[in-house]
DNA sequence: AAGTGGTCTAGACCACCGA
DNA sequence: CGGTGGTCTAGACCACTTT
C-alpha cells in the first residue's frame, strides 16, 4: 500500500489556525493535480475510484467525491457514471469546442484546416518576454500558419512558444491540432486561455497573405494560453476576416 | 407552516422511472428558481436559511444545501457564511465584471458613460422579430445610445426589446445600467447573453455618430440577452472603436 | 452566545455500465 | 452480476458574522 499523504492527526489537517486554512478536500485537489501536472497520470486514462482513493488518502469516500467534483468542474477530469472517472484529453473535438470560437454564421462549428508558412527557433522580442514571461535574450518559437473555413482562407495566426519547453517543434511537421501535440509530446496542458479581441484594418503583407485588399477590416484575437502549472506556455495572434464567420461568446 | 410541496411518498420522488428522472435536488432547484422567477423573492434580499428551507420542504438539509449550490454556481444567488443566502442583484459592479467586457489596453475595467441618442416603439422587423421570438405585427422599443469610456466615445448601441414588455420603457428617461433597470422596474432578470463578434468598416452614418473616418474599423457585438424563463428580453448591437479599447474574454 | 453557511464523516440506496 | 459514480440522509464539528 502507497503511504499516506494524508494521514495526519485530525487536528492538524486544517492547520488549526485560521489564516491559510485550506480544507481538506482542497488539499486533496492540490495533491491530484499534482499527478495530473507530474504526468503520473495520463490524459484519457481513468483514475482510481473514489473508495480506492480515499483508503490511500485516508479520507473519507465524500471529501474524495468533492476533490474530485471541482476538478471535473474545472475539466480536468470528466467522470462517467457506471465506468469510472477520467484524465481529460485534448481532442480536436474538446479544443473546437471550448477554445475556438469562430462559427459560420449560420453558427455551424466547423474543423479549421491549417496551412504552414513557415516555423522558427528566433531570439525573443520584447513583446513575446513580456508576455510569456521570458527573460533577457531567452528563445522562442515562431510559427506562421494559414487557416480556413469551410474551405476558404479566413486566418492568418502568428504562434510564439517558449524555447525552452518546445525547442523541438522548430524542425518539423506541425498538426492540425496544436494543443493536442503540446500534451502527447511535451506533457504540457493547456488549461486557460485569455483573449482580447480588436477590429483592425489589414496592413499590406497581411492583407497579401489572406488574399484581400489593403486595410480589410479584420478581427484580431490576441490570446496567452497557460499549464496546469500556470506557466504561459503560447502566445497566439489570429487575424481572422468575418465576412461568413463570427467569434461566438456565450456568457453564464 | 406552509404545504410542503416536496412531501410525497419517498419511492414517487424520483418517479421511480429511469426515463425522465430528476434527481430530488433538482426539483428543489427548479421550485427556487420559480421563487425567483416570479418575485417571491426579491434581488438583494436574503433567502431562508437551510435549515428552515429543509423543514418546509421536508427534504434533508444536504439536499437543499445541493440546490442552494448549483443556484450558486448559476450566480442566481449568493452565499456568505455567517451572514445567510442571498439573491443575486444586476447592480452596475455585476454587469461590469459579468456583461461588460470592453477594457482599456491596460486592463482597467472602467464604467461606460451613456448618452441617448434615441427611444421609441416601432413595429418589429424581419430581424427582430426572429432575435426576440416575435409574431406578426408585434412591436419593439428600440433605443439607440452612444456611450463612451474614459471620456472618449467609441460605442454606438442598437437596442431592441419586446413592447409587450417594455412599452413604458418608451416614454421615459433611460438609467446607463439598462439590466438593472429590467430587474427593478419590469421584473425581468438577465441571466444568460449570446454575442456574435464581427470585425467591419462602419458605413457613414455610424462613422458620422461616433466622429470617425467612414470605412473606419469597428467591432460589432450582436447580443442577444435571455431571462430566468429562458425568453430573448433584448438584442443589442454595439459598434465598438478599439484602437485604445478591447474586448475581454477568458476561457476556463 | 446564537445562527449562518462550510466541511467531514458514515452509511444506505439508486442509476448506469460492462462482463 | 459486481463495480462505478450519483443521490440522499443524519449528525458532528468548524469558520464566520452578528447580537
Redesign the interface.
Known amino acids: 500500500m502507497p503511504t499516506a499523504a494524508l494521514k495526519v492527526p485530525d487536528r492538524d489537517r486544517g492547520r488549526g489556525r485560521s489564516v491559510g486554512y485550506r480544507p481538506l478536500y482542497r488539499q486533496v485537489r492540490d495533491l491530484l493535480v499534482r499527478r495530473l501536472a507530474d504526468g503520473q497520470w495520463q490524459p484519457g486514462k481513468s483514475i482510481p475510484s473514489e473508495q480506492q482513493l480515499a483508503h490511500e488518502l485516508g479520507v473519507s469516500q465524500g471529501t474524495v467525491r468533492k476533490a474530485l467534483d471541482t476538478m471535473a468542474a ?2 480536468l477530469l470528466v467522470r462517467q457514471q457506471g465506468r469510472g472517472t477520467f484524465v481529460a484529453e485534448l481532442t480536436e473535438q474538446h479544443i473546437l469546442f ?2 475556438f ?1 469562430l462559427r459560420t ?1 449560420d453558427d455551424a462549428q466547423l474543423f479549421p484546416a491549417s496551412q504552414m508558412i513557415g516555423v522558427g527557433l528566433w531570439r525573443a522580442d520584447d513583446a513575446e518576454r513580456e508576455r510569456l514571461a521570458l527573460g533577457d535574450g531567452d528563445e522562442v518559437v515562431r510559427i506562421r500558419r494559414l487557416r480556413s473555413l469551410a474551405g476558404e482562407t479566413v486566418i492568418l495566426e502568428d504562434i510564439a512558444l517558449p524555447g525552452a519547453i518546445f525547442a523541438a517543434l522548430a524542425g518539423c511537421d506541425l498538426p492540425n491540432n496544436l494543443y493536442g501535440c503540446y500534451a502527447s509530446r511535451f506533457g504540457v496542458t493547456v ?11 489589414l496592413d499590406g503583407a497581411r492583407a497579401a497573405l489572406l488574399k484581400v485588399a489593403d486595410a480589410t ?4 484575437i ?1 490570446r496567452v494560453a497557460w499549464d496546469l502549472d500556470a506557466r504561459p506556455v503560447e502566445w497566439r495572434v489570429s487575424y ?1 476576416l ?1 465576412e461568413r464567420f ?7
Open positions: 474545472e475539466r471550448h477554445f470560437k454564421d488549461v486557460q486561455v485569455s483573449e482580447r479581441l480588436k477590429a483592425v484594418a477590416p479584420a478581427l484580431t490576441d481572422c468575418t463570427h467569434y461566438r461568446s456565450d456568457v453564464r
